[in-house]
């Protein structure tokens, strides 16, 4: 069945960096754009990062632009989000999801904290 599965999450402090993961399997992967969203508490869900199927193109919302790196490996079916001087407003449940327009697959979420 499909399967989307997020990792990497954790407690960091502000400044410093995580690397999330999203491993996918069940679908053709390298078919389908994946996103990163997140939801704060109290907030709905947005897109944070998108990344093409296939000739690497990239989105970002201007929030994260400069310090969020998406990228992805086609052979591991994994997608990766580097993200880099974290800060409090960052901390929200991280998703991703296939098909960034009109996502049709979705992650169980990853929790993502920034404090000192």
């Known amino acids: 069945q499909v399967q989307l599965v997020e990792s990497g999450g954790g407690l960091v402090q502000p400044g410093g960096s995580l690397r999330l993961s999203c491993a996918a399997s069940?679908?053709?992967?390298?078919?389908?754009?994946i996103g990163w969203f997140r939801q704060a508490p109290g907030k709905e869900r947005e897109g944070v990062s998108c990344?093409?199927?296939?000739?690497?193109?990239?989105y970002y919302a201007d929030s994260v632009k400069g310090r969020f790196t998406i990228s992805r490996d086609n052979v591991k079916n994994t997608v990766y989000l580097q993200m880099n001087s974290l800060k409090p407003e960052d901390i929200a449940v991280y998703y991703c999801?296939?098909?960034?327009?009109?996502?049709?697959?979705w992650g169980q979420g990853t929790q993502v904290t920034v404090s000192s």
């Open positions: 999801a296939a098909d960034c327009e009109n996502p049709q697959y």
């Open positions: 990344i093409s199927s296939s000739d690497g193109n990239t």
């Open positions: 069940g679908f053709t992967f390298n078919y389908y754009a």
